[in-house]
DNA sequence: GTAAACATTCACGTCGGCGTGAGGGTCAAG
DNA sequence: CTTGACCCTCACGCCGACGTGAATGTTTAC
């Protein structure tokens, strides 16, 4: 499918999906004519993307991860063990924001309860 | 106390708390030769800004809720009915971030667990 | 009264994930 | 063969919470 497609089906702009693929997120083929060539694959490699985007991860680090989580079962394959690292330090780092985040939404319970109306 | 003492208690740069003071989310003393004056309950003012600062919510908006938990009890007091829309869209957001972070989390816990070794 | 510690006000720099045109090719249908 | 629809490559813009000096003034301890 061409960029346009993938964009619809992913809810990704056309503008975002050229910029993972100028990160290395993505390696669509070419036409003769220049135009990107995406697969079937790409519409959940590029729900993956978003999900670690969205959790604070960097394209640099998202890049050297999807070689691991290539083929079929979602995650399985190849395995980065030097990765394993970059990893845990993100995955803590996600906890503690979820914690933060859980405070900061029982404090604005708080307010919204305490309003007197 | 001074901007010193108050950034070494918070673990909040001076530059970010003069920042704050700028958004109108501190509103210090000054003494005759222009030093900010802060009080002991800007300690807890400057822990609230920095929650909902990680949040994700903006200082315009922080600068509106501030009054609405002035005094002691750590939120009652006014209450300010015209906000709770806005409080309630960033608690709705807060949510759905912490369920996006929490499937990326389990997505990295995926990954690490199917590591060879 | 003087020096060290502490503070002040600008004001430009940063960073990253895109948005937003501009100017111009490609492709499929009729 | 032409006309839309679709796509391409630059390349500057943006945003917001500060970082980082530079040049200067204030306090306090001795």
């Known amino acids: 499918?061409?960029?346009?497609?993938?964009?619809?089906?992913?809810?990704?702009?056309?503008?975002?999906?050229?910029y993972y693929e100028e990160q290395g997120l993505l390696q669509?083929?070419?036409?003769?004519?220049g135009y990107r060539v995406f697969t079937a694959a790409d519409v959940e490699r590029v729900r993956h993307?978003?999900?670690?985007l969205a959790a604070g991860l960097s394209t640099a680090l998202i890049a050297e991860m999807l070689p691991c989580m290539v083929p079929a079962a979602d995650v399985l394959a190849p395995g980065c063990p030097e990765l394993v690292p970059y990893m845990n330090r993100e995955r803590d780092r996600i906890t503690a924001s979820i914690e933060e985040l859980t405070t900061?939404?029982?404090?604005?319970?708080r307010m919204i309860a305490a309003t007197p109306v």
């Open 1 to 18: 499918m061409r960029i346009g497609e993938l964009a619809r089906r992913t809810g990704v702009s056309e503008r975002a999906l050229r």
């Open 28 to 33: 669509p083929a070419r036409t003769a004519g």
């Open 49 to 52: 993307v978003r999900l670690l």
């Open 104 to 109: 900061a939404r029982d404090l604005l319970d």
